[in-house]
């Protein structure tokens, strides 16, 4: 079982907002991504978790903010997003993050509109 | 640093034709590298991967890639075009040292005509 799911699969909110991403994994992989694609690009890398720890911040603005609260859920809080933040946010897990070991899976991806 | 390129980013083959998408990779060292397939409004699935083993590399959904390191390549092929192949194929290397980051090509489009 290669399965990452991610939840909600449509979200709509307003710039005033406060919502969450959430992502689960079963596989038993210890580390975790967040992925921010745009259409007709490939994906983005926003966070890295790897054992739980936060490792990777490709730089993202505040208003994302990751949360590991154990091995298999990561979740990604949305706070005063602009428009531009419309996307489709991915997930993915791997074993880990060595060479041999990130093999990454994703979810089929949370599509985000900011009105 | 590595880098993938995907040579065009839209291909249009016939349905039962052979499917040959492109990629090459710039890498110093020895490096992994990855298939992706996304179909519409969906998220990315791992059709193969490359992992320093044997340089012929098979696939889900009859789908292969060729390691070549002599021509940095690794193109991805398919004997038969089906309808339902039509989607957005990306390759991906990892990149060694430090952090392994997974760096994908810009992607190509596949289109299946009948």
């Known amino acids: 079982d290669t399965e990452v799911t991610q939840t909600p699969k449509h979200l709509v909110m307003g710039m005033t907002n406060k919502k969450s991403l959430k992502c689960e994994q079963h596989m038993g992989h210890r580390a975790m991504y967040w992925y921010k694609q745009k259409a007709k690009k490939p994906p983005e890398l926003m966070f890295v978790?790897?054992?739980?720890?936060?490792?990777i911040n490709e730089s993202v603005p505040s208003r994302f903010s990751p949360e590991c609260p154990n091995s298999s859920l990561l979740n990604l809080h949305l706070h005063a997003l602009q428009p531009e933040d419309s996307a489709l946010y991915l997930c993915?897990?791997?074993?880990?993050?060595?060479?041999?070991?990130?093999?990454?899976?994703f979810g089929a991806g949370t599509r985000l509109s900011v009105l | 640093a590595q880098s993938v390129t995907q040579l065009g980013s839209h291909v249009s083959v016939s349905e039962g034709a052979l499917v040959l998408l492109r990629c090459n990779y710039s890498?110093?060292?020895?490096?992994?590298l990855f298939w992706y397939v996304q179909y519409p409004n969906q998220g990315l699935q791992l059709l193969l991967k490359?992992?320093?083993?044997?340089?012929l590399v098979k696939g889900i959904n009859g789908f292969e890639a060729e390691f070549k390191k002599s021509e940095t390549s690794f193109h991805l092929t398919k004997p038969s075009a089906h309808m339902s192949d039509a989607a957005e194929y990306f390759c991906?290397?990892?990149?060694?040292?430090?952090?392994?980051?997974?760096?994908f090509g810009a992607g190509t489009r596949l289109a299946v005509h009948p």
């Open positions: 890498s110093s060292v020895p490096p992994y």
């Open positions: 991906a290397v990892t990149r060694s040292g430090g952090y392994n980051k997974l760096i």
């Open positions: 993915a897990s791997s074993p880990g993050t060595s060479l041999a070991k990130n093999i990454q899976y």
């Open positions: 978790y790897s054992y739980e720890k936060l490792s």
């Open positions: 490359y992992t320093s083993a044997a340089t």
